[in-house]
């Protein structure tokens, strides 16, 4: 499984992003999908995650309310809807799938595939 993220960028605090994730084989749309991100310094931290299909999703409570998990399932892909952004958003942000099935959706270990990482830089 290879993953590919994308979407970061650069914006100004209270701005938006999407990032997208798109994941390659026809098994991706059946493995849960975490992101988590990383800024300078700091160790990997849980954002978000989401089963396959959506109906179970989970969120960190520095971001719950103003990000969204969604997936295209169709299209292979995971997006990351981030509103509200502030300055400590500010990180690398990756995702990773469990093709292994003993899911715990916010620890990092569970993961067996990550994508490169997108940098999120958000500007007070």
């Known amino acids: 499984v290879q993953l590919q993220a994308s979407g970061g960028g650069l914006v100004q605090a209270g701005g938006s992003l999407t990032l997208s994730c798109v994941g390659s084989?026809?098994?991706?749309?059946?493995?849960?999908v975490g992101w988590f991100r990383q800024a300078p310094g700091k160790e990997r931290e849980f954002v978000v995650a989401s089963n396959w299909s959506s109906s179970k999703t989970y969120y960190s409570d520095s971001v719950k309310g103003r990000f969204t998990i969604s997936r295209d399932n169709d299209k292979n892909t995971v997006y990351l809807q981030m509103n509200s952004l502030k300055p400590e958003d500010t990180a690398v942000y990756y995702c990773a799938a469990d093709t292994v099935g003993f899911w715990r959706p916010a620890t990092a270990s569970e993961y067996d595939y990550w994508g490169q990482g997108t940098q999120v830089t958000v500007s007070s």
């Open positions: 084989g026809r098994m991706f749309r059946s493995y849960p």
